[in-house]
């Protein structure tokens, strides 16, 4: 069963910067690299992050903070020259355990226009190690990631971003 959604005490555990390569390939869709720089559980009471904010400029993080506590979806934080700056949220999960992993990225290749639909696959991921084993409050998980232009098709940008999020294996 899958849903779709679309849109335009602190705990720290800071790890390296994540590469991930797309690995659905589709003729009738261009996949899209992207890099995790972030990915986060918050709560009222609970903050836990995974990935080197250190490196991300501080406008971008502040933004992502704000989107901690958010709806699902796909929200631009911030564009630049160069790259794309995306917040991905999977919204309230039940247990401190439970989250996502990005499976694909990719943008409809049939009637490209300058500005398409981003769309974005993942799946729900549970037994997450998060620093915390049990919460009696609903948590939110959210993922920044970086599209670089440079790896988008010519002479677009993006429109709108769609996630497609697959329940628990």
Do not use: H
């Not at 994540?18 to 903050?47: A, G, H, R």
Request: glycine letters at 6%.
């Amino acid at each position: 069963m899958s849903l779709l959604l679309g849109c335009s005490s602190n705990i720290t555990n800071e790890g390296n910067y994540s590469k991930y390569d797309t690995v659905y390939i589709d003729t009738n869709k261009l996949s899209i690299p992207f890099t995790q720089l972030v990915y986060s559980k918050n709560s009222s009471n609970f903050n836990w992050q995974s990935g080197n904010s250190e490196e991300i400029l501080p406008e971008i993080m502040e933004k992502y903070k704000e989107l901690a506590i958010i709806a699902p979806g796909g929200w631009m934080v911030k564009e630049t020259p160069t790259e794309y700056y995306i917040c991905l949220s999977i919204g309230g999960v039940e247990a401190v355990t439970e989250g996502f992993e990005i499976s694909t990225i990719n943008i409809p290749s049939d009637g490209l226009v300058t500005e398409p639909l981003l769309s974005i696959t993942a799946k729900r991921v549970s037994n997450e190690i998060s620093g915390i084993s049990a919460m009696n409050e609903t948590v939110y998980v959210t993922s920044l990631i970086t599209i670089l232009k440079e790896d988008l098709p010519d002479n677009i940008s993006i429109g709108a971003i769609s996630l497609l999020l697959e329940e628990i294996l």
